[in-house]
């Protein structure tokens, strides 16, 4: 049972770099998200889709964009890398975008940005 | 004022104690309730998904929700070592709203 698959786990870019960050679900869901996480910021959202053909931006998006490639794939993707961004970005899925269906999270990329 | 507020800790308990973690939350929309646990270097792992208030059990885990003064409640009976980890409270409304998480509270359970 993969359930839901990031890569890649740990990153270290420079300043200015770009990166895509995969996420991968085999659970026939419906709704994916990115969050990141930081120390005493709890889990933020980033970027979510919620089905196949649509995103839209959460509460901290700026500096992102994100590609729902099929049902399975929702990537998120840094254009110009900033300290800033260093974080644990998590993936997660649901079976539907309302809260009736709860989201189930991958293991996390783990980015630093020097 | 964040919508979901969750003490940071962190909480260390001796093993076989009783532990009791609470969040409150603002917003009277929230209908669903869940609490995550996150060992560390790991994500977040669905624990218990209640809707509306009342209890729900599953094992040595109790989710208490009381809408009248938005708390939720976690309880873990006979805690182990193994129940070390980050404890997550999230909500949500029952529209196409974001789930919103406090900052988590750090558990320590020590032999």
């Known amino acids: 049972n993969a359930g839901v698959t990031q890569t890649p786990k740990f990153q270290v870019l420079k300043t200015g770099q770009s990166m895509t960050l995969q996420c991968a679900q085999d659970m026939n869901h419906n709704s994916m998200y990115w969050y990141r996480q930081d120390p005493g910021m709890g889990l933020r959202l980033i970027y979510y889709s919620a089905s196949e053909g649509t995103t839209d931006k959460g509460e901290v998006p700026n500096g992102y964009n994100v590609s729902r490639l099929n049902k399975r794939e929702f990537s998120l993707r840094l254009e110009s890398a900033a300290p800033s961004q260093t974080s644990v970005y998590f993936c997660?899925?649901?079976?539907?975008?309302?809260?009736?269906?709860?989201?189930?999270f991958g293991d996390g990329t783990r980015l630093s940005i020097l | 004022q964040k919508e979901v507020e969750q003490d940071p800790g962190p909480l260390s308990v001796p093993e076989g104690a009783i532990v009791s973690l609470n969040c409150t939350y603002s917003n009277s929309a929230f209908q669903y309730f869940m609490w995550y646990r996150q060992y560390s270097r790991k994500g977040p792992e669905l624990l218990m998904y209640?809707?509306?208030?009342g209890n729900k059990e599953d094992g040595r885990f109790t989710a208490q929700v009381d809408k009248s003064s938005k708390y939720i409640s976690l309880f873990i009976r006979d805690s182990q070592p193994s129940d070390s980890a980050t404890y997550l409270c999230?909500?949500?409304?029952?529209?196409?709203?974001?789930?919103?998480f406090g900052a988590g509270t750090r558990l320590a359970v020590h032999p």
């Open positions: 997660a899925s649901s079976g539907s975008p309302r809260g009736d269906q709860p989201q189930h």
């Open positions: 209640t809707y509306s208030s």
């Open positions: 999230a909500s949500i409304s029952g529209g196409y709203n974001k789930l919103i």
